[in-house]
């Protein structure tokens, strides 16, 4: 099982980044995909998820903000980040079903 999550940057408060995860080795579209962040300091937190039907939830501080969307037949699970804050900056990793994670991609917000 492959993850690969990419689009991490830097940007300014206020801006947007958008974060693609491609999967390789899994059934893709029977996984429920998710996006989680580690600040510095911090430990590792949901941030957004998405089941296999498409049904959505965000933790409550980006609700509003993100965007997390999948498309099935490229295997890729995308998290649209707009408004951003200097409290997003974290690593952001990409999640399939319980076990199965990616290599982080940093994501820093500059006031």
């Known amino acids: 099982v492959q993850l690969q999550a990419s689009g991490g940057g830097l940007a300014q408060a206020g801006g947007s980044l958008r974060l693609t995860c491609k999967a390789s080795?899994?059934?893709?579209?029977?996984?429920?995909m998710g996006w989680y962040r580690q600040p510095p300091g911090k430990q590792r937190e949901l941030v957004a998820r998405?089941?296999?039907?498409?049904?959505?939830n965000y933790t409550d501080s980006v609700e509003g903000r993100f965007t997390i969307s999948r498309d099935n037949a490229r295997r890729m699970v995308y998290l649209q980040m707009n408004s951003l804050e200097p409290e997003d900056t974290a690593v952001y990793f990409c999640?399939?079903?319980?076990?199965?994670w990616g290599k982080g991609t940093l994501v820093t917000v500059s006031s």
């Open positions: 998405i089941t296999s039907r498409g049904t959505v």
């Open positions: 080795g899994i059934n893709f579209k029977i996984y429920e």
């Open positions: 999640k399939a079903g319980l076990n199965h």
